[in-house]
């Protein structure tokens, strides 16, 4: 009977774990300080950092995407246009 339950709980488990929805931090694009970066801190978190207000350029799930957008703007480190 345990073993019983021991299979079944773990089946229960690995479906579960399964259908979880990965972990997906937000990557953010920012124009900051006249410079482009590309950060998962929200903005309030930025600002608080950087003592001025940043300009979100985008909002992404992935480094990919964001690093995209950034490179369509000059790349990390570019003056913002």
Partial sequence: MRRILSVLFACCMVVTLASAPAFA????VYCVNGKIEV???T???????RGSEPK???M???NLDADKLAK???GVGA???
């Fill in 25 to 28: 931090a937000d990557v953010y």
């Fill in 39 to 41: 950060d998962t801190r």
């Fill in 43 to 49: 903005p309030d978190q930025m600002k608080s950092a």
């Fill in 56 to 58: 979100t350029l985008g």
């Fill in 60 to 62: 992404f799930s992935s």
């Fill in 72 to 74: 369509q703007h000059g």
């Fill in 79 to 81: 003056t913002c246009r």
